[in-house]
């Protein structure tokens, strides 16, 4: 944490397939997700889609969404990863059918230190999704947070450029996807 707000951490970009980064984060995830009996669904892009980004840190990103995920949906639930290529944009998203947001939660769920609701798996410190979406935004990328209310489930969509931006830069073809259950 003190290391990013102190702009203290280096980014190594190199080219690395949207899939590659998928198939990392739902790795290291697995035994979270599988200890909680949850069916996850992951839903690539094309296997060419690359972006330039420090491959180890946008895994770390989809990490934190899946495992938060894992974490505030019920023993037996759904979770879907999936990504699609957009004019300018990558957007990789986790979908799940758990406890889900409140408006005015939605709005908090990105400070540091911020735990909208006790989790059922029990918590964290929070300080993850603040540190996803610092480390989204210093790719030029953002973070954004869906949810039609409590115990609707939520959406975390990791936005990122096609293209390399300056870190200080906030990012705004088609893909026929494969279908994975996992």
Same mark, same amino acid.
């Given at each position: 944490?003190?290391? /990013? ?5 280096? &980014? ?8 590659? &980064?998928? $198939? ?8 979270? /997700? ?11 892009? $094309?296997?060419?889609?690359?972006? *330039?980004? $420090?491959?180890?840190? #946008?895994?770390?990103? +989809?990490?934190?969404? &899946? ?6 949906? =019920?023993?037996? @639930? ?7 290529? *957009? =004019?300018?944009?990558?957007? #990789?998203?986790?979908? $799940? ?25 029990? @918590?964290? +410190?929070? #300080? ?14 953002? /973070? ?15 936005? +990122? ?20 259950? &996992?």
């Amino acid at each position: 944490v003190s290391r /990013i707000s102190r702009g203290k951490i280096e &980014l190594r970009r190199t080219q690395v397939s949207v899939t590659g &980064l998928m $198939d990392a984060a739902v790795e290291t995830s697995r035994p979270l /997700i599988e200890g909680r009996e949850h069916r996850l669904e992951v839903v690539p892009p $094309d296997p060419s889609v690359q972006l *330039e980004v $420090d491959g180890a840190r #946008i895994a770390q990103v +989809l990490t934190n969404l &899946l495992n938060n995920a894992a974490t505030y949906t =019920p023993p037996g @639930g759904e979770i879907r990863l999936s990504a699609s290529v *957009e =004019p300018g944009e990558v957007r #990789i998203a986790v979908r $799940d059918n758990g406890i889900g947001l409140e408006p005015e939660q939605l709005r908090r769920v990105f400070e540091m230190f911020t735990q909208v609701r006790p989790s059922p798996a029990g @918590g964290g +410190l929070g #300080i993850g999704l603040s540190l996803a979406a610092r480390l989204a935004e210093m790719h030029g990328g953002r /973070i954004e947070a869906r949810s039609e209310g409590a115990g609707r489930g939520a959406e975390f969509i990791l936005v +990122l450029p096609r293209q390399a931006t300056s870190p200080a830069a906030v990012g705004e073809g088609e893909s026929t996807p494969e279908e994975r259950v &996992l």
